[in-house]
C-alpha cells in the first residue's frame, strides 16, 4: 500500500474539496450530524476549516491525527479546541491491522495460515507515547483487533494507569477481541472501547476460519461491554463499512446485516437492546469526545442537530428497521438535507 501511495500524485486543493464536500453530501443523507474521523491529516484539517469558514462544511467533525513525530511535534503544545465545527480532539495510534486480511495481531496463530498478524505497537515506542501524551490535554486512540494487540494496549495503559486521568477519556477502538486478562484490565482503567457493529455481521461468514470457535468466543463482545457497563460509542469504520446509522444499528441489536436481514445472526448473545443502541449513536459518541453537554441529546442547552426518519426506530420491526428512511437531516437547527 505504501509503494503504491508513493506513486501516486498528491492530491490538489480542488481534488480536497471536491472529495469532502462529495463526502458530506453522502453523510447528510444518511442523517449525519457529527463525524468522529479517526485518522485526520493536517492537510484535510486545514481544508475543512477554511470550507467550515466559507459556509460550505455542516458536519462536526471531531478528529484524532496519526500519532507520528510529525503531528505531535506540531500539535502537542497546544491546547485541544473547544469551539468550532472541527475540532482536533487527540491522536491514533495502530497496534495491528484487520482480521480479514490476517494483519490483527494474535496470540496464537491464525486457523487458516501460520501468521500471528502484525505487531505494530511493541517496539514502535508505545511506552513512551502513553506518557508523552498523558502529560497533556490530548486524548489518545489506539486501534485493537486482535486478542495480543488489546493485551498489549491495556497492559501498557495499566503500567502507567496513575499517569491517565479519567477525564482524558481515552479509546481502545474496535475492542474486537477481548481476552479474559484483557477484561479483567479494562475494568480497572478509565478507557472508553469504541465498537463498530457492522463489523461482526461483515465478517460473519470468514471469521471462524481465521480464528476458530473458541476464540470467537471473546471476539466481538457489544453486548458484554453494555451489561459492564461501560459508555460504547458505536461507530462505522467508513469506508471500510457503510456510514448508514441505520446499519450500525440494526446489525447492533439484531447481529445481523441489514442488507442480509435473513441470515443468521452471529453471536446473539451480544446483541444491544434498541434504547442503549440508540445511545451508542448519540449520547455515548458525545461523551467520547467530550461534547456532551452540548451534543447527543434533545433539550434547549443542546445545540438543535438531529435527524428526521419515517420509523420509531424503538419500536419498528425488523422489516420496517430495513425499510426506514432519512427523511431530513439538521445542523444548528437548519435544515442541511431533506
Not at 497492559?155 to 494507569?161: A, C, D, L, P, Y
Given at each position: 500500500m505504501e509503494l503504491v501511495k508513493r506513486m501516486m500524485p498528491a492530491p490538489t486543493e480542488a481534488e480536497i474539496?471536491?472529495?469532502l464536500l462529495h463526502a458530506q453530501t453522502i453523510?447528510?443523507?444518511?442523517?449525519?450530524?457529527?463525524?468522529?474521523?479517526?485518522?485526520?491529516t493536517n492537510i484535510e484539517y486545514e481544508r475543512l476549516c477554511r470550507l467550515a469558514e466559507e459556509g460550505k462544511w455542516h458536519i462536526r467533525i471531531f478528529g484524532y491525527l496519526p500519532a507520528d513525530e510529525q503531528h505531535l511535534s506540531q500539535w502537542l503544545h497546544k491546547q485541544p479546541s473547544q469551539e468550532g465545527k472541527i475540532r482536533i480532539c487527540g491522536f491514533k495510534a495502530f497496534a495491528d491491522g484487520a482480521l480479514g486480511s490476517r494483519g490483527a495481531w494474535l496470540l496464537a496463530p491464525y486457523e487458516d495460515a501460520a501468521t500471528t498478524g502484525l505487531d505494530l505497537l511493541s517496539s514502535s515506542g508505545f511506552d513512551d507515547l502513553v506518557k508523552r501524551l498523558a502529560a497533556t490535554p490530548w486524548q489518545l486512540m489506539v486501534h485493537a483487533i486482535g486478542d495480543a494487540a488489546n493485551e498489549y494496549v491495556l497492559?501498557?495503559?495499566?503500567?502507567?494507569?496513575h499517569l491517565i486521568q479519567p477525564e482524558a477519556r481515552w479509546r481502545l477502538e474496535h475492542a474486537q477481541m477481548l481476552t479474559p486478562k484483557s477484561w479483567e484490565l479494562l475494568r480497572q482503567l478509565p478507557v472508553i472501547p469504541s465498537i463498530q457493529p457492522t463489523h461482526a455481521t461483515s465478517d460473519k461468514e470468514w471469521v471462524t476460519d481465521r480464528i476458530g470457535k473458541d476464540r470467537l468466543q471473546y471476539a466481538y463482545p457489544l453486548g458484554s461491554l453494555v451489561r459492564a457497563g461501560f459508555p460504547v460509542p458505536l461507530g462505522t469504520d467508513v469506508p471500510v463499512e457503510s456510514p448508514s446509522p441505520l446499519d450500525t444499528l440494526f446489525s447492533a441489536v439484531t447481529r445481523r446485516s441489514r442488507q442480509l436481514p435473513k441470515f443468521s445472526p452471529i453471536l446473539l448473545s451480544e446483541q444491544m437492546p434498541p434504547e442503549e443502541a440508540m445511545m451508542g449513536m448519540t449520547l455515548w459518541p458525545a461523551y467520547a469526545v467530550k461534547a456532551e453537554k452540548y451534543l447527543g441529546s434533545l433539550s434547549d442547552t443542546i445545540f438543535a442537530d438531529f435527524f428526521a426518519i419515517d420509523h420509531n426506530l424503538l419500536t419498528v420491526s425488523e422489516e420496517g428497521m430495513c425499510e426506514a428512511q432519512v427523511l431530513m437531516t439538521v445542523i444548528d437547527g437548519k435544515i442541511i438535507f431533506s
Open positions: 474539496e471536491r472529495r453523510l447528510l443523507r444518511h442523517g449525519i450530524t457529527a463525524f468522529t474521523d479517526a485518522l485526520l497492559e501498557t495503559f495499566f503500567q502507567h494507569r
